[in-house]
């Protein structure tokens, strides 16, 4: 007998159109969803000359983007690249993007992205997003400052830094801090001086879809009272990703469920991955996902060993956070301790627990229950090289690479049951490029896009993940949306 799935994560059905007695309201375009990837497709549609509406549950939008650092991805030679003394060509980012977006990754959308880039740049200036002409050169999670540029994924780590010359290529608003809440206010306003109307606190119950199977409209509840708006040429999901839904979670990506600090906002619930499921979209991808356990800065952790519990390297450490954390779940089976002596050891950005710490790596070893002389001979053998500089079995930049050789020695718990490990999905519904939603077939779904974390997007895969692919692909293919709906064919 097959186990019974919970409801929430099975498809939602549709609404049909025949028994919509009266439609309370009617627009050329409606978004589902004001994230980033909502907000960048009603200013593309309301550009276009569409009538536009964006519903959003919140109160205000935002989703997952308002809570994130706001770094965007975006390369090819753009002003701050160019201002900042880095060279960068639509061929060397291309190179680089084809292995961050993972490998089962749309090749259309990785070419579109990059071949559009500067282009892009150009769209969220045009918008008021102001960007500063600043290289901020420690390896961090985001900048601090309102400095802007940044090597925000695996550029410069073996071997993504074989495949393609290293480039930074994140690129943070001008804003101290985190950076996501201000893109969005600056797109509340563009949207709003565009005539888009936006109607908060008013959540999608379904889709609606007439008898030959296009999607005309929507279901909506606002105040207790139930709405049906109707939709002249195509609804967008901009809904976010599913990480907020356990059930989903549980069902689609049980890796994932394992992290218990789900990145998102509420809104990330999958409603808009339910409902594209509801009218035929195919849904793909859904297993992978991102997690992450920030174990830097400070950037002096990064020369430390990070051990399985056994006592056995498996990454370069140098890597993103992401493709770290993933090699922590799947090389050493969710335990891994970070080595540090006393020159290296500072205060994580996340609290993590000290496993031990003691005058030599001998009595490191036992005090962790690491098989003997198996860390030992790790260290020992990572010394030898490290004094030439050299990390000849996984490749560590020789920036990174220093003997650990003065006592105390420490070892950090990065095990998924003993520090914070967080997590976003990275599945949603199959689309082209242009956004419309396809069956398992391959058939587009007449009259129904989607972006953002509601689609199979930019990126695919955690573990080849670069900060800013979320938010620029997001943008970037939720513009693709909002123009292709805007020159829909419109329902009679």
Known sequence: MSPKIDPNALP??????????TWDDEFEVVVVGFGVAGGAAAIEAARAGAKTLILEQATRGGGATALSEGTIY????TRVQNATGFEDSYENMLAHVRAAAGPTADPEKV???????????????SIGVEFKDTFFADKVIFPPTDDCLIYSGNEEAWPFSQEAKPVPRGH????????????????IDAATKLGVLIRNETRVRTLVRDDTGRVVGVVTKHEGRESAIRA?????LTTGGFIMNRAMVEHFAPDLAKCRYPIGSDGCDGSGIRMGMGVGGAAVNMHEGLMTTAFFPPVTHIKGLLVSAQGQRFINEDCYHGRVTDAIAQKADGRAYLIVDDTLYGQSIVPYALAGVEETIEDLEKSLGIPE???VHTVASYNRA????????FHKAGKYVTPLVHPPFAALDLSVDKSVWATFTLGGLDTQATGEVLTVDGQVVPGLYAAG???AGLTRSGRYYASGMSIGGGSFFGRQAGKAAAKAAKVD
């Open 12 to 21: 939602s059905q549709p609404r049909r159109a025949a028994s919509i007695e």
């Open 74 to 77: 975006f390369g090819g030679g």
């Open 111 to 125: 070419r579109l992205y990059c071949e559009q880039s500067l282009e892009h740049f150009a769209f969220f200036e």
């Open 172 to 187: 943070k608003p001008k804003k101290q801090g985190s950076a996501g809440a201000y893109i969005i206010e600056q797109m």
């Open 232 to 236: 002249t040429r195509g609804v967008i």
């Open 373 to 375: 002389g198996q860390l």
């Open 386 to 393: 490290a004094e030439r500089g050299e990390d000849p079995v």
């Open 453 to 455: 974390r509601a689609s």
